[in-house]
């Protein structure tokens, strides 16, 4: 089992909809999440964290963490053209030293006008 | 704003040559890292360094090696380059050293695309 999963897509979703992003991990113990978003050719850039259950909103974005269930995702309301990217999923294990982050391979996502 | 800057965006070298990535922070940085990125394998972890002088392996160290002389400074160095190092490089840094600070964020340079002929 992988530490931390993403379905790789492609996902296809209208201008204006709500784009779905799901991400789940292996260790229980795990204590923060993030969502970096990366557009073809350009590195990583940080969305969101989340380190406690629930739900925190920033803008159009939403993260929602379920530690019992070992799930984060990202919701992306009034999804826009300029959302087609990857976004990555990224944990960071317990067991781990310092700010050491896992991540996964990356949801690939289109918004078609 | 944290700013990460990798010394080449594209980079071509000879199979056996010694290839050296440079990276540079100018944050204050304790964290930095080195990751290669792989179409279908996602990102992953070369080495870290939590302070100068200081390294530690990733999960893929094997023909890599790292350097930080200085904390502004982290650098890559492949040994003898070889076909299968063709990949994206990526640069990261994070304020925290060793002391486990689980909400560090990592903060990426621009990458640099090296192509081992």
């Known amino acids: 089992q992988k530490e931390v999963e993403q379905n790789s897509g492609p996902l296809s979703v209208p201008e204006g909809a709500i784009a779905s992003l799901n991400c789940t991990y292996s260790?229980?113990?795990?204590?923060?999440f993030f969502w970096y978003r990366q557009y073809s050719g350009k590195s990583p850039e940080l969305i969101m964290s989340i380190y406690s259950n629930g739900d925190k909103e920033d803008g159009r974005f939403t993260a929602q963490l379920n530690k019992a269930s070992q799930y984060v995702s990202l919701l992306i309301r009034d999804s826009q053209p300029s959302d087609s990217a990857t976004y990555l999923c990224?944990?960071?294990?317990?067991?781990?030293?310092?700010?050491?982050?896992?991540f996964g391979e990356g949801t690939q996502l289109t918004v078609n006008p | 704003d944290v700013k990460v800057t990798q010394s080449s965006r594209y980079l071509v070298k000879r199979t056996g040559e010694k290839v050296f990535l440079e990276c540079v922070q100018d944050?204050?940085?304790?964290?930095m890292f080195w990751y290669r990125q792989d179409p279908g394998l996602g990102l992953r972890l070369i080495y870290f360094?939590?302070?100068?002088?200081?390294?530690e392996k990733g999960d893929i160290p094997e023909g890599y090696s790292v350097s930080r002389e200085k904390k502004e400074r982290f650098s890559l160095i492949l040994e003898s380059a070889s076909t299968n190092q063709t990949s994206m490089y990526l640069c990261?840094?994070?304020?925290?050293?060793?002391?486990?600070?689980?909400?560090?964020?990592?903060?990426f340079g621009p990458g640099t695309r090296l192509t081992v002929l």
């Open positions: 944050m204050d940085h304790e964290n």
């Open positions: 990261a840094s994070s304020l925290f050293g060793l002391a486990h600070r689980s909400t560090d964020t990592q903060y």
């Open positions: 990224a944990v960071n294990p317990r067991e781990t030293s310092g700010s050491r982050l896992t």
């Open positions: 360094s939590y302070d100068v002088k200081m390294k």
């Open positions: 260790d229980r113990g795990s204590q923060s």
